[in-house]
């Protein structure tokens, strides 16, 4: 699989075996706007972001510029030692918001650890979005106040507990959609190939998002599979997409397509987001050692924020007013995510037994008992005590 | 009071908690036309549908994380696991997920899955049909896990396991499953033995024996038979592996002074070890012997035509008895 598919080559819609985007073997890409910011139409798709007034893509290009600030400003505080890691999505901006506000309220997202921006779509306070990094909490937020499950770390795990829950949908009958972001990857995880057949046998109202962004840490998304990825949807009996991952707006047709046929009871779709990461796996990561700079350079050149940029260029829409309005947007967003993270209390060291069990338990219920003793007895030159609990 | 074998117990349990509570959904493998392999859930599809009781695809993996995804919904997701050693292929979304996502979430996200497992041996079976796993989860925090051994428990511990918001591993003991007894139905969850206790079931004074799932029967037995001796062994049945029960045990070791622990699982880092270390610690002046363990060998679950030699029947007890109490036994000369 080339590595410059999102920018280059078949992508002409009307060609012969472009019948939907959907079926069939070595398909191209959906793309609504070029790398060089120029609309195309697209007369499957277009209807889908009929709804996308200037304004609206005025409010995506906020986004976009936002998360990548909030993406920018975390990297930095891992890089002042305020954040033990931190997991970039540089790249990746209109995949996560294309997709990201393409949902509703109800619907429920599983994703992994690089979604941040999704989390920011769903409206999630700043702050929580560090927690997990900073070491102060194993998640961030309750999944049910934003209805975004909180970023799952084993590779594919999540992309199950999406497709159960979408079963549970179908049982209450009503008409939301769980929807599972996943990287290239995820897609060679038993989990994920489980997750397909049981979405499929049931038909469960689930969306598969995979972002390829290319690279699963060291490893090129040709080690993961021998044909393209959204291909690998057939044979579960999933249709699925295959779209240009730096164009938001075809990000959002697609997505928009894929809610909609489970809202409809037409069961799941496979989304392929053809991106790019553009930063390392992790703050911890060095990809000069497995990548080369010239790969990077390609996609720097189809950026999905300048991509957008030059669209509302084009249309006469990047006024200064806008890009202050946007800047002004993204230094608050990331002032309050700084301060809320140098602010963040430090938990206390009897919190690791809480939560365990939802009822006490015998054995832990010890345990917490002889180490708040020992701790105890920092406090009290006297020792410990000989009561009956600290046998 | 109803006269019932073991497995129909179960079912009369399950019964009752999708009668109860219309988010109690049962999944497995052959659960729903069948009844499931031996029968446990006979009938309930038909009575309650396929969207409650509900045929899998063959995925363990992909049950338990369904199962997952249906708790987050809001659902009470009850798994089978066809047989014992078949649930590794869950083992992840067991451990990483089932059991984490309450202390992840901080007490957000509940997981209140029940995961129905038939174990041990003594059935004739081939490998993976009856293994005793137990282990690997009572070294998973965030996890219950119990066992039953007669058909009221088996009624009673279910229904409690359905009905907490902790994930419980319920093990059944398989080749129990014919055994009948009587079950009142009309139990009350509320004032019954809590299911992290364990329960005596006869008291002595000579020694502790404490046994689990399939082996209660066989412990009962062999106090039986001590008694034709002379001695007298106070019988515990376990119930609760995680936690267990230190309480029961230790005031039972503190009057007896003898310990003997019985599974069928392999001996080392099994429940046996982890019961021995624990009361050692609590009661060390209390004992006379050093706590005894008579269990089965570290080895792959043998072929069937030799799987009587891997489980401890009730001479091999009452020689690990004869040991707590110095009396000659197979190992008598050896150090220790």
């Given at each position: 699989m080339s590595t410059d598919e999102a920018g280059h080559?078949?992508?002409?819609?009307?060609?012969?075996?472009?019948?939907?985007?959907?079926?069939?073997?070595g398909r191209y890409l959906i793309q609504?706007?070029?790398?060089?910011?120029e609309r195309i139409s697209h007369p499957e798709f277009d209807p889908w972001v009929q709804d996308i007034t200037d304004e609206r893509l005025c409010s995506l290009y906020e986004d976009m510029a936002v998360v990548r600030r909030i993406d920018v400003e975390a990297t930095a505080l891992q890089r002042q030692g305020e954040l033990a890691l931190w997991p970039p999505l540089l790249g990746q901006e209109a995949s996560q918001v294309g997709a990201g506000r393409a949902l509703r309220d109800d619907d429920f997202v599983f994703s992994s650890y690089r979604e941040n921006g999704v989390a920011y779509c769903r409206g999630v306070d700043l702050t929580d979005i560090i927690r997990v990094w900073r070491g102060n909490a194993s998640a961030g937020w309750d999944p049910y106040t934003i209805n975004m499950a909180t970023p799952q770390i084993i590779i594919g795990a999540q992309t199950l507990h999406a497709t159960g829950y979408a079963m549970g949908i179908q049982n209450d009958g009503a008409d939301s959609v769980a929807v599972t972001f996943f990287g290239d990857g995820a897609t060679s995880e038993g989990d994920l190939n489980e997750a397909m057949v049981f979405a499929a046998s049931f038909q469960a109202p689930v969306v598969f998002f995979c972002q390829n962004n290319h690279w699963a840490i060291s490893e090129p998304v040709r080690l993961q599979s021998h044909i393209q990825l959204a291909d690998r949807a057939t044979g579960f009996g999933i249709p699925s997409l295959r779209v240009d991952g730096n164009d938001v707006l075809a990000v959002m047709a697609a997505t928009r397509v894929a809610l909609d046929r489970a809202r409809n009871g037409g069961g799941p779709t496979f989304i392929e987001a053809v991106t790019y990461r553009m930063g390392p796996h992790t703050t911890a990561d060095d990809p000069t050692r497995y990548r080369d700079a010239n790969e990077l350079e390609d996609w720097a050149a189809k950026d999905p924020i300048d991509r957008v940029r030059s669209l509302l260029d084009r249309k006469g829409l990047l006024t200064e007013e806008l890009q202050q309005h946007v800047k002004d947007r993204a230094d608050a967003v990331a002032r309050e995510m700084r301060n809320g993270c140098t602010s963040m209390p430090d938990p206390e060291p009897?919190?690791?037994?809480?939560?365990?069990?939802?009822s006490p338990n015998s054995w832990l219920d010890r345990q917490q008992d002889h180490y708040s003793r020992y701790l105890a007895s920092f406090g009290d030159p006297a020792g410990a005590t000989t009561q009956e609990g600290a046998r | 009071m109803t006269q019932m074998t073991f497995a129909r117990a179960i079912n009369a349990g399950l019964r009752k908690s999708l009668e109860n509570d219309p988010k109690v959904i049962l999944m497995g493998e052959d659960i729903g036309t069948l009844g499931g392999?031996?029968?446990?859930?006979?009938?309930l599809q038909k009575d309650f549908g396929k969207h409650r009781v509900v045929d899998t695809p063959l995925a363990e993996s992909g049950i338990m994380g369904t199962a997952v995804g249906l708790a987050y919904r809001g659902y009470r997701p009850v798994v089978e696991i066809q047989f014992d050693g078949f649930i590794y292929p869950a083992f992840d979304q067991i451990v990483s997920q089932v059991a984490k996502l309450h202390y992840r979430t901080q007490g957000a996200v509940k997981m209140p899955i029940t995961v129905r497992v038939p174990f041990g041996g003594g059935i004739g079976s081939p490998e993976h049909h009856s293994e005793s796993p137990e282990a690997y989860f009572t070294h998973t925090s965030g996890l219950r896990v119990v066992t039953v051994s007669n058909p009221q428990d088996a009624y009673t511990v279910i229904q409690q396991a359905i009905s907490s918001d902790d994930p419980v591993l319920y093990f059944e003991p398989k080749r129990r499953y014919h055994d009948k007894g009587e079950v009142d139905e009309s139990v009350d969850l509320a004032t019954a033995l809590p299911m992290d206790r364990a329960r005596v079931l006869a008291e002595g004074t000579d020694v502790t024996l404490v046994a689990y799932g399939p082996l209660v029967k066989t412990a009962r037995d062999a106090a039986t038979a001590a008694s034709d001796e002379g001695i007298s062994i106070e019988v515990i049945?376990?119930?609760?592996?995680?936690?267990?029960d230190y309480a029961t045990v230790e005031a039972s070791v503190r009057k007896t002074g003898r310990l003997v622990i019985t599974h069928e699982a392999g001996q080392s880092g099994g429940l046996g070890a982890e019961v021995a270390a624990s009361i050692t610690e609590r009661c060390f002046y209390h004992l006379e012997a050093a706590p005894v363990r008579v269990t089965g060998f570290d080895i792959p679950y043998p072929y069937s035509k030799l799987e009587m030699h891997h489980l401890p029947g009730l001479d091999r007890i009452l020689d690990g008895v004869d040991r707590a109490l110095g009396r000659p036994n197979s190992l008598s000369g050896l150090e220790g």
């Open positions: 080559g078949g992508t002409t819609p009307g060609g012969p075996g472009n019948s939907a985007g959907i079926h069939g073997a609504l706007v070029t790398p060089a910011g009897l919190d690791i037994f809480k939560h365990v069990y939802s | 392999v031996f029968r446990v859930t006979d009938g049945d376990l119930r609760s592996l995680a936690p267990v």
